[in-house]
């Protein structure tokens, strides 16, 4: 009888407890899991997702002027995009637009990137100095730029004057043909940067020993570059270029502020042509449809750059898969790519070729033999570095001189600007148009406003992605992964697809035109980026030290911390610096959400002293100096936790 007890009663007592069921199913981390992730997923869903569905029924209705009633038109709006001259050309001008910035910002950023890897005195400044457009606040640039280029009190036109380029003044961002390529102009020096700071960080990481055996083999320097280096970049510049092209062709600040999208609609982008229709003509749907228009497209690119991110994680996982069609796809891509950089080096392998044979005959002419360098070791030395510095002369010209136009502006008198006295320098210098600006402005105010929008911001966003980040690279917990992927698609999905389903739903709320609109709105692009940051940082700290403590009997939240956050102090900072950064430097939100004065960010604040078509100059470039000083005292000290952060955390997170 006791036996058959005992048989009776094994099966129960293996019958798992109902605490081990729910770990099973929904695994062994699900409570702490789900709770530090919960506020990310709110923010998620209620300001991203939450928008962004409602925006597509709303891009399926139609305003009414008349009755003043709002009816449902279904697709029309979108049928009705392809019959419109104006979203045609709109289309057609962003097109133009991100392509031309994409390919100047690529062939720099390679050039300069290459020189600032080779050999070179005063590396380390000369690289500070090619990021500096990078810490400059968007409002900056264009105020700066827009100066430069005005015909009658700019300084390029008297440039190109001097040195015989042109023999009247050029009406750079008035005359039509003209605008576009001036405002491509400045996208690209805001963009070399990024492209330096990804593609310097790929050129460290290639193999010496690869170049060495291929220059024994005889490959030329062209032929190493082309067949060893670009091999190597090739995940940097993917990402780097999908990153970009998102960033470019959803660009709305600067040709906005420069142009307004003229003169006559010949830089009015697709983003500024959905601003005008929904907010300015209070024509919600076909405004969210003209930005939804881009979805598809976007939705790919993201795609595409999302399995690219994360195909290492699964390269273990794929040993007997047969390739996908997303496999195939990028392969075809990397194909493609190969195709036009072979066509692109094609007539640089060729001037090589020739220089090579003119260095053969200067041999044969003088006696050499032909493996005999023609200049002594100590000229070769001296000459590699400063041939690579001319080179990289003309590229330092174009960084630094907005900056030294925006002091040297800042420094003159309004009549000294106006009578174009002393174009290139303050003769005297004053400051008066510094006292002009925190007397007769609310500078401060605007900058008590952008400090506290910016500061809290950044808080919520770090706490809540710090969170985030520590339970989806080391816990355990049903959908961690699909979290992932939804965050990623969230850190890339564009501010022009948002701003005005979230105009609406703030609206709703009853917080439109207040800094509570900004401090939830932020987030929405702050947290997605910190998290992605935080769980490379965090996959990178040892798992052990967490094991031997929970062994000890740490709970997750005692070990998050006491252990984790001590240990990512330097990866919170970078990421708390890059966040405040943004948040201080953000136009499009604080654009669109806030009306009144008293409530502007510095950036508002900046486009308001600009009325109708007087520009006081010196008080905008004194201005704009005092607005780029706390981002450049924040970006100088912490540039190389910025640099690291950006290049380990985001791109290979």
């Known amino acids: 009888m006791d036996d058959r007890m005992s048989l009776t009663m094994a099966p129960a007592m293996r019958k798992p407890g109902r605490k081990k069921r729910l770990e099973n199913f929904f695994g062994t981390d699900w409570k702490v899991g789900y709770l530090f992730v919960l506020p990310m997923v709110l923010i998620m869903a209620l300001l991203i997702f939450w928008p962004f569905v409602s925006a597509i029924f709303i891009s399926t209705t139609s305003l009414n002027y008349l009755t ?18 104006d979203f045609l050309q709109a289309m057609q001008n962003t097109i133009q637009f991100t392509f031309w910035s994409l390919s100047l910002k690529f062939v720099i950023g390679m050039t300069v990137a290459l020189i600032l890897n080779s050999r070179l005195p005063y590396r380390s400044i000369l690289s500070g100095i090619m990021l500096l457009p990078w810490i400059v606040p968007e409002i900056v640039t264009a105020l700066a730029w827009k100066s430069i280029y005005d015909p009658l009190f ?18 750079w961002l008035s005359d039509p043909n003209m605008a576009m390529g001036s405002v491509i102009s400045v996208n690209v020096w805001k963009g070399i940067p990024f492209f330096v700071l990804l593609l310097l960080a790929g050129l460290k990481a290639v193999d010496k020993e690869q170049i ?11 032929q190493r570059f082309r067949n060893v280096t670009l091999p190597s970049l090739r995940y940097v510049i993917v990402v780097t270029l999908l990153l970009s092209f998102i960033s470019t ?13 003229g003169p006559s609609g010949a830089t009015k982008l697709y983003s500024i042509l959905a601003y005008e229709k929904a907010l300015g003509s209070l024509q919600y749907g076909p405004g969210i449809a003209i930005a939804f228009s881009v979805a598809p497209l976007m ?9 690219f991110m994360r195909q290492d994680d699964k390269r273990d996982n794929t040993t007997d898969r047969a390739p996908s069609f997303a496999d195939r796809l990028l ?3 990397t194909w493609l790519v190969n195709i036009i950089i072979d066509l692109i080096f094609l007539p640089i392998q060729l001037i090589f070729a020739g220089l090579e044979w003119i260095v053969q005959r200067v041999r044969v002419a003088t006696g050499r033999k032909p493996t005999q360098p023609i200049l002594r070791h100590a000229a070769r030395s001296n000459a590699g570095p400063f041939a690579r510095f001319l080179v990289l002369v003309p590229f330092l010209a174009f960084v630094i001189f907005p900056f030294y136009w925006i002091i040297t502006t800042s420094l003159k008198s309004t009549p000294q600007i106006s009578e174009r006295r002393s174009i290139f320098w303050p003769d005297p210098p004053t400051l008066d148009q510094y006292t002009s600006l925190l007397q007769d402005t609310p500078f401060l105010t605007w900058l008590f406003n952008s400090a506290f929008v910016a500061a809290l911001s950044t808080l919520v966003s770090v706490a ?21 992927t939804l965050l990623l698609i969230t850190y890339l999905l564009p501010g022009t697809l948002l701003f005005i389903p979230l105009y609406q739903t703030l609206t709703n709320l009853g917080v439109i035109n207040s800094h509570i609109a900004l401090i939830i709105t932020y987030p929405t692009f ?4 910190a998290t992605w940051v935080l769980m490379g940082y965090f996959r990178s700290i040892p798992v052990e030290l967490e094991e031997a403590a929970r062994i000890d009997g740490a709970s997750r939240l005692y070990i998050f911390w006491k252990i984790t956050l001590p240990l990512a102090a330097p990866a919170i900072l970078s990421v708390t610096l890059f966040a405040f950064t943004n948040a201080w430097n953000e136009f499009l939100f604080a654009f669109v959400f806030i009306t009144s004065e008293s409530l502007r960010t510095l950036p508002i604040g900046l486009q308001s002293l600009v009325v109708g078509d007087i520009l006081p100059w010196g008080k905008l470039m004194a201005a704009s100096l005092l607005t780029a000083v706390p981002v450049a005292i924040l970006y100088v000290y912490a540039q190389r936790f910025l640099s690291e952060g950006l290049t380990v955390g985001a791109v290979k997170g």
């Open 68 to 85: 003043g009633e709002t009816t449902n038109v279904g697709l029309r709006n979108y049928e009705r995009l392809w019959t419109s001259s």
């Open 154 to 171: 700019g300084g390029l036109n008297p440039i190109l004057q001097g040195v015989g380029v042109i023999d009247r003044p050029l009406g």
């Open 212 to 222: 060495e055996a291929a220059q024994v083999d005889g490959a030329n320097a062209v």
């Open 249 to 261: 062709f959803n660009q709305f600040g600067l040709p906005f502020l420069m142009t307004g999208g």
């Open 299 to 307: 939705a790919i690119l993201i795609w595409l750059l999302a399995r």
């Open 331 to 333: 392969s075809g891509s």
């Open 464 to 484: 809540l992605a710090s969170l985030a980040a520590y339970a989806l690279s080391r816990l355990r917990f049903r959908g961690a992964g699909v979290l992932t």
């Open 526 to 529: 702050l947290l997605p980026f």
